[in-house]
């Protein structure tokens, strides 16, 4: 149900935009959440969206990414000033009731990924 795309190699200091694209009967009545698993690391959350349109971020993307709805079925995810230490998996997850949290159990359906790299 989630199909995440936008992935690729960058220098640091570059943008990147990463799109998670949402099948379902009710697309905008998911809050949708980006997570990120660097290699060796566990899965943290970045940022996320409710079905309000509230955003969240994590501390360490504060002021860099923005997260977005961009139609009835995608939500992007922005991201400038790119570090290495951004570089990892960015999954998009959803949860059914709406709401956003760094909990990545809560989520009940993911996409498959895509990769992010960050050259220094």
């Known amino acids: 149900q989630l199909q995440a795309s936008g992935g690729g190699l960058v220098q640091a200091g570059d943008s990147l935009r990463v799109s998670c694209v949402i099948s379902?009967?009710?697309?905008?009545?998911?809050?949708i959440g980006w997570f990120r698993q660097a290699p060796g690391k566990e899965r943290e959350f970045v940022a996320g969206?409710?079905?309000?349109?509230?955003p969240f971020y994590a501390e360490s993307v504060k002021g860099r990414f923005t997260i977005f709805r961009d139609n009835d079925v995608t939500v992007d995810l922005q991201m400038n000033n790119l570090k290495p230490g951004d570089t990892a998996v960015y999954y998009c997850?959803?949860?059914?009731?709406?709401?956003?949290?760094?909990?990545?159990?809560?989520?009940?359906?993911w996409g498959q990924g895509t990769l992010v790299t960050v050259s220094s």
């Open positions: 997850a959803a949860d059914e009731e709406g709401v956003v949290t760094n909990d990545r159990r809560l989520y009940e359906y």
């Open positions: 379902g009967r009710t697309p905008r009545g998911y809050g």
């Open positions: 969206i409710s079905r309000w349109m509230s």
